[in-house]
């Protein structure tokens, strides 16, 4: 569960987010909204990389302002257009992740051969086309054991395969325990994704709405 208490976010004059009080419950959640209603930045206050006002805290417990340590090692964030540094790997990216969340370079590696990236796994990224290289951002954010994976679009520049594929690894991942916060203008296929919420946001907040 996620609780967000008194949370605001400004660029300058601007309030891009103001959430009193509101609460995400486990699960597969489906963020919808209009572009510049707030979701990437939500998404980001969440991942700890942007400052904020007020507090967001994980299961009653570890809060970000607080216990910032430990909330962060919890969240797990791909963005929408990944950008790497263009001289590195693949594989230096993962060795650094996996040792930065604790996860396992093996697993990893597993996830890059179903997503058809491991062919180019020892290549710059530099050498990636976008939808590699938003594969390999994906692929990422499921390292270590977070108890929140935030992706947003995680579907953009992805073919058909590609979907298929990422569906499934969120499917698989949730009855393991990991909740999904998602991103996404793209219609999901009926039964393709089972999402157990949805939120819209608008009007500097969100809000719960039906599926």
């Given amino acids: 569960m996620l609780l967000f208490e008194n949370v605001q976010k400004q660029y300058g004059a601007y309030t891009a987010l103001n959430i009193d009080r509101f609460t995400i419950d486990d699960g597969i959640v489906w963020l919808q909204g209009e572009n510049g209603s707030g979701k990437t930045t939500l998404l980001k206050i969440i991942a700890g ?48 992740y996996c040792h930065a969340k604790k996860g396992s370079i093996q697993d990893t590696e597993y996830l890059l051969q179903q997503l058809h990236v491991y062919d180019a796994y020892k290549k710059p990224v530099a050498t990636y086309s976008s939808g590699m290289v938003k594969k390999l951002s994906i692929a990422l954010a499921f390292i270590g054991n977070p108890a929140w994976i935030l992706l947003d679009e995680p579907l953009v520049t992805a073919d058909v395969a590609a979907v298929q594929t990422i569906c499934a690894l969120i499917q698989n991942r949730h009855k393991q325990g990991t909740n999904f916060l998602i991103t996404s203008h793209q219609a999901f296929y009926a039964g393709q994704l089972l999402f157990t919420s949805s939120l819209m946001a608008s009007g500097q907040t969100i809000a719960s709405i039906q599926i």
């Avoid at 007020?54 to 430990?70: E, L, P, V």
């Fill in 49 to 96: 990389l942007l400052p904020f006002k007020g507090d967001i805290i994980i299961n009653s417990t570890y809060s970000i302002k607080k216990r910032r340590q430990q909330f962060v090692r919890l969240v797990n964030y791909a963005e929408t257009e990944p950008m790497y540094p263009d001289f590195l790997t693949a594989a230096e990216l993962v060795k650094l």
